[in-house]
């Protein structure tokens, strides 16, 4: 079974500054795609970025971007220009090929500070 | 423009009794999905179904059934909880239309405890 880890429990950040959330996977697949979410304290999950195994260049979305590194396995997310609304857990998340489920890292808290 | 609908939000059961979680989704998907989340878990998928008609297990399905009622809903049974299952349970839909980019689409969560 694929195993995603996301080493940092919690994370403090000041406001208006990036913030970087790690994300390694272990798969032996070629073709799989990897996801960020975010869960406020509202408790709803909100889905932030994609990124595929063979997309060449890095997803962006607005303030959320991916540095994927696909020969370390890792799928680090980055949060630039840190506001108050953007405390919350952040979960990595990948999909295989020909599966359905996502499989989930344990999820960072992140809290942005004033 | 609701996405996905998760009744209840909140209950209380006491071991032994049964319960049934529903969910709905408006986004005409195929695919659903039951998880549960646990503290420093992340989220364990218990049952999904790919398409109208077919379920299949997840990672931890044991002490759950499901129904996926039409294309619509999908629910969550519980028959006889235990205070291991307290959780908060999420359901989800996708489309598997195009392939591995589809993100997941969440309800806001059913948070169940068992006592």
């Known amino acids: 079974a694929q195993k995603i880890t996301q080493t940092q429990p919690g994370m403090f950040v000041q406001e208006k500054e990036a913030v970087t959330l790690d994300c390694t996977y272990d798969t032996s697949d070629q073709s799989y795609g990897l996801f960020w979410y975010k869960q406020p304290s509202s408790g709803e999950m909100i889905f932030l970025i994609y990124q595929g195994s063979y997309d060449e260049q890095n997803a962006t979305e607005g303030r959320y971007s991916l540095n994927f590194q696909k020969a370390r396995k890792s799928a680090n997310l980055v949060i630039s220009a840190s506001q108050l609304g953007d405390s919350a857990m952040y979960f990595c998340a990948m999909r295989r090929m020909r599966e359905y489920k996502l499989s989930f890292g344990a999820g960072t808290t992140v809290t942005v500070r004033a | ?115």
């Open chain 2, 1 to 115: 423009n609701a996405g996905v609908t998760q009744t209840p939000k909140f209950q209380v059961l006491k071991t032994g009794q049964s319960m049934t979680l529903q969910c709905a989704q408006d986004m005409n998907h195929n695919s659903m999905y039951w998880y549960r989340q646990d503290p420093g878990m992340g989220l364990r998928l218990i049952y999904y179904s790919a398409s109208e008609g077919t379920t299949d297990k997840g990672e931890v399905p044991n002490g759950y059934n499901v129904s996926r009622l039409n294309k619509r809903e999908f629910s969550l049974r519980l028959e006889s909880a235990a205070p291991s299952q307290t959780s908060v349970y999420f359901c989800a839909s996708s489309t598997q239309d195009r392939g591995l980019e589809q993100p997941q689409h969440f309800g806001d969560g059913t948070r169940l405890s068992i006592l």
